[in-house]
């Protein structure tokens, strides 16, 4: 199984341009979650989502959109970059129930120039 | 708001033994975990305790949890290099992914 695959790996962007990255899993997980990793912060939750066509806001939402259209997909798009936008983001996808752990894409290194 | 303090960074010998320390405010949090992040690479799951525990052991790894005082500890045993990495502690109330409250991790680098 390939568990959580996040695409590109890397990217650099100009200050305004718009980008997806993408997050897909083949856990056939309910729950997938968008976090960004910067210095001395831990990782902070940006969106959420508990199955197809259903997400929600976490604690750093502002600067992003999410879509869940599919069980295994979970986009995260970046409608006009920002350098404060420039970090490491991090996909996770967990199955629905009591003593499931949460599953980790290898992250995507995000540039904003 | 939910809140996981830790030290930023920890540095021990080859063969002794490492103890990562961590605070949260959340007082309804039911999973607290630890996970490990080495360079360049994805969050790993190391182990989780439920809140209704005093301790955990898997191995090298035991996990305190002092529930009155919002203190969770990690301890591994005959740390070795390749135990250099970042340690991430974290709580939820839930066990998803749906919604994971990091620390800042702890830097543990081990020396000869």
């Known amino acids: 199984n390939a568990g959580v695959t996040q695409t590109p790996k890397f990217q650099v962007l100009k200050t305004g341009q718009s980008m997806t990255l993408q997050c897909a899993q083949d856990?056939?997980?309910?729950?997938m979650s968008w976090y960004r990793q910067d210095p001395g912060m831990g990782l902070r939750l940006i969106h959420y989502s508990v199955g197809a066509g259903i997400t929600d806001q976490g604690e750093v939402p502002n600067g992003y959109n999410v879509s869940r259209s599919t069980t295994e997909d979970f986009p995260l798009r970046l409608l006009s970059a920002a350098p404060s936008q420039t970090s490491v983001y991090f996909c996770?996808?967990?199955?629905?129930?009591?003593?499931?752990?949460?599953?980790f894409g290898q992250g995507t290194r995000l540039t904003v120039v | 708001g939910e809140d996981v303090e830790q030290s930023l960074f920890l540095s021990v010998r080859e063969g002794d033994s490492s103890v990562i320390n961590c605070t949260y405010t959340d007082s309804s949090s039911t999973y607290l975990y630890w996970y490990k992040q080495e360079p360049g690479a994805g969050l790993q799951l190391l182990t989780y305790?439920?809140?209704?525990?005093d301790m955990k052991q898997d191995q090298r790894l035991t996990v305190l949890l002092n529930k009155k005082d919002k203190h969770l500890s990690l301890r591994i045993a005959d740390t070795q290099t390749g135990d250099s990495a970042i340690y991430f502690c974290a709580e939820s109330m839930y066990s998803s992914a749906s919604k994971i409250i990091f620390g800042s991790g702890t830097r543990l680098s081990i020396r000869p």
């Open positions: 996770a996808s967990s199955a629905q129930g009591a003593n499931t752990e949460a599953f």
């Open positions: 856990m056939n997980h309910e729950y």
């Open positions: 305790i439920f809140s209704n525990m």
